[in-house]
């Protein structure tokens, strides 16, 4: 019988008791002290709500955020895939993309866990990378957290060459093979050009080898030419021909993103007297640590033709201090010589701007294998075997240009011996050069040197320079 005014699981827990008997020393079995014991069930009845706050707080900003947002990349990739393979090519745009998954009846939504919308770029006509600005909402940047991101770029090499920073005020031929990818010796990023020869876009690229999510891309799509600044976290690049960007000389600041352009500046200091929307040809040089200085090749457009005995002069060349400036204003300088000296007057080597040759890629080592010395049918085939073989790559344009100038230079010498080849010789001249200028992937310089050239030969009259036979430095 229930005693009266007893609940009835009382009842039950109390006889539980007595079959069951709590032993009164089992704290002093298990180590603990009364207190102890008090403390830890105290403690433990204001664990458990912070716990879960703390987990629901993660739930709705953290990891679950994260992975829903690899989960949503994950499956913008397996459509991309689907696209090339049904269509041969990969997508312009994330659009064609979601219009692939409505045919499909599956509809993907292109917005990541944090409401930003997905990022898809074609780099290359077979590579491309999905990304998500994450929680910051921002661009990749040093400063910031790494953002979810899917490349197929990640399966490359990591071995890239490396500049050398050239002491001498001397303009260069801009060394081709940094395209392939340059790394800082200073921070270890990569940066290289992507090439996407179907949409005429050069983009420029920097990642790192350390972290496979981290990815930065300069805003133009018609970049050129890059060169690294000392420090590694800053680059120097050209960029022209655009039909959304401005042309420019471009100061990026990898620190927080922050894009410059230095040519507005140039014009007023150097040509204060021309149009504000006058065209310029613009070509890296090189840098220097001592003094710290960016050389740069530049020169007001006056035709659609370029000399490049006239263009690699000492009068265009013009050095821009580094570090002083170049995130808002630059105040640059002609360099004080013999300006009837050009970049033709001194002995050219394929490494001298380059240091860790070693790390090249394989069309690196390509490139640096290719001679200017020699027998000029074994020239000419050379020069030929690797601008076909890599025509997609953004080094085909510059090896298109010295192999229009090795036919030059042999035009000029078996014209000069009666030699009946030299007519032979002329028209593949005329046939390459006129595809160089022709070529839209190719910067806007080396076009006009093409252009030059082709009207040259068709004048059956070889260009005024010679790559060949370069005289010893004085």
Known sequence: MIPLGMHPLTIIHNRFRSVCPRPQNLHLKLGYSPRVMQKAQF????????????????????FLHFNRTRASITEAKVWVERFQNDFHRLPTHLAEVRALARSYKTPIVPYDSYGMRLQYVALTDTDYLIKSFGRDEQENHLNTAVDPTFSTLSSQAETFVQAENFQESVPQFYQAALLDGSQSPESGLI????????????QLLVRSPKSPD?????FHDRVEEFLWLPGGQELIFSATGSDRYEDGLFYWNLKDNSIH????????????????????????SHISQEPALIYILLTAAESEELNPKMFYSFKNLIALPIGQGLESKVTAQRIQTDLAFTAFDYT??????????????????????????????????QWQ?????????PMCVYGLWWLSSVYNDAFRQLSQRGSPEAHAIRNFG???SEALA?????????????????????????????????????
């Open 261 to 284: 352009n230095l040519l507005p500046d140039l014009k007023k200091q150097f040509w204060p007297e021309l149009p504000d929307d006058s065209h310029f040809f613009i070509a890296l």
């Open 348 to 381: 050219f080597s394929q490494e001298r701007l380059l240091k860790t040759a070693e790390m090249a890629s394989p069309v690196q080592q390509e490139w640096l294998a290719l001679s200017l010395e020699g027998d000029t049918e074994e020239l000419i085939s």
């Open 191 to 202: 940066a290289s050009l992507q090439l996407q020869v179907k949409l005429k876009n050069r």
């Open 430 to 432: 005329i046939e390459i």
């Open 43 to 62: 403690s433990l009845s204001w664990f458990a709500p912070i716990l879960w706050i703390a987990l629901a707080f993660g739930a709705s900003h953290g």
């Open 214 to 218: 981290f990815f930065m891309i300069a």
């Open 438 to 474: 022709s070529m839209p992937t190719a910067p806007e310089y080396l076009r006009a040197m093409g252009r030059f050239l082709k009207k040259n030969l068709l004048l059956s009259r070889a260009a005024d320079y010679n790559v060949t036979s370069l005289p010893e430095t004085p």
């Open 385 to 393: 075997d690797f601008s076909s073989n890599h025509a997609e790559n």
